[in-house]
Each structure stands twice: as C-alpha cells, then as structure tokens.
C-alpha cells in the first residue's frame, strides 16, 4: 500500500496576525488521511453580525498599573489618582510573609473617608475590584497598609478602569 501524502495549499493556512497558524496534520504522512474539514468544530463569525459569548471582545479603557511594587515594614502606603470616568478600582496584594496585613483605602488623605477595608493572611493574595456596583469619583486615594507585629512581605497593585471587565 502506497503512502499518502497531505499537502496543503496556501488557502488551508490560516493567518493569525502577520503570523501563520499552521495545524500539526497537514504536512503528515499517514497510510490513512482523515478529512479534517469535516470534522471541524471551528466556528466562525460574519464582519457585520454581531454575537455575544467568549469570544467577543469588550472595547474597555484602563489606566494602566498605577501602582505596582513591593510592600515591606511594619506600615506601609501608596498614593494614586482616578482620572474622570476611570472610577472602577481592582487591587492586588500578596502576602508573601509571615504575618497577616490588614489594608485600607481612603479618599482625600491616608486618614479621609474609608472607601474599603481588609485583610490578607501569609501566603494569601488578594485580588478584586472594590468598587462592582458603583464606580467612585476622581481625585487622590491612598492604600495603607499595616502588619501589626511582623513585618510585611509582598506585592501591592492597583489599577482603574472605565467598567468591571479589567
């Protein structure tokens, strides 16, 4: 029995990007050659219907990772400002060290109006928007952070964005 060869034609290879996606079984050679087409589960979609699911993206704005460094001492604090219409807050800390590192976030000054409170225990990470149901005004806000007794290890990050998808 004579073996089959696959050759695939420039039509078959799908370019992703500048880049080309090439599938494992095209250049293969096999006694037997199975009709991939026909088994596809690709789907795909028209430039002028819209549908909705995972694969949809939702056009969103960020502003970056405004803060975005290490967390040591006993206490600690950062400063960062939401611009107008960039309300929505997601804040990040790991907890790295021996000791629990209880958090803040405040707006106007480190002692202003308590806008979130919590907690992190060693080896935990804290990760969440702060704000899901109502996105907070711009100006200055303050994320303090203390550790009581042992001295904190980890990473602190926060981050805005115009809508809860970031």
Same mark, same amino acid.
């Given at each position: 029995m004579k073996k089959k060869h696959l050759v695939a034609s420039a039509l078959a290879l799908g370019i992703i990007g500048g880049a080309v996606a090439v599938p494992n079984a095209i250049f293969a050679d096999s006694d037997t050659v199975t009709d991939s087409a026909? $088994? %596809?589960t690709t789907a795909t979609q028209d430039a002028v219907t $819209? $549908? $909705?699911g995972d694969? !949809?993206?939702t056009p969103q704005a960020t502003d970056g990772q405004i803060v975005d460094r290490p967390v040591a001492g006993f206490n600690d604090s950062a400063d960062f400002d939401i611009k107008g219409g960039y309300g929505y !807050?997601?804040?990040y800390l790991r907890n790295t060290g021996d000791?629990?590192? %209880?958090?803040? !976030?405040?707006q106007g000054s480190v002692s202003g109006a308590e806008k979130y409170s919590g907690t992190v225990k060693p080896g935990k990470t804290f990760d969440e928007i702060l704000n899901k149901s109502k996105a907070w005004s711009s100006g200055k806000f303050y994320v303090s952070l203390s550790s009581g007794s042992g001295s904190m290890s980890g990473k602190l990050g926060v981050r805005t964005s115009t809508n809860t998808n970031f």
């Amino acid at each position: 029995m004579k073996k089959k060869h696959l050759v695939a034609s420039a039509l078959a290879l799908g370019i992703i990007g500048g880049a080309v996606a090439v599938p494992n079984a095209i250049f293969a050679d096999s006694d037997t050659v199975t009709d991939s087409a026909k $088994t %596809s589960t690709t789907a795909t979609q028209d430039a002028v219907t $819209t $549908t $909705t699911g995972d694969h !949809v993206i939702t056009p969103q704005a960020t502003d970056g990772q405004i803060v975005d460094r290490p967390v040591a001492g006993f206490n600690d604090s950062a400063d960062f400002d939401i611009k107008g219409g960039y309300g929505y !807050v997601r804040l990040y800390l790991r907890n790295t060290g021996d000791t629990t590192i %209880s958090f803040t !976030v405040n707006q106007g000054s480190v002692s202003g109006a308590e806008k979130y409170s919590g907690t992190v225990k060693p080896g935990k990470t804290f990760d969440e928007i702060l704000n899901k149901s109502k996105a907070w005004s711009s100006g200055k806000f303050y994320v303090s952070l203390s550790s009581g007794s042992g001295s904190m290890s980890g990473k602190l990050g926060v981050r805005t964005s115009t809508n809860t998808n970031f």
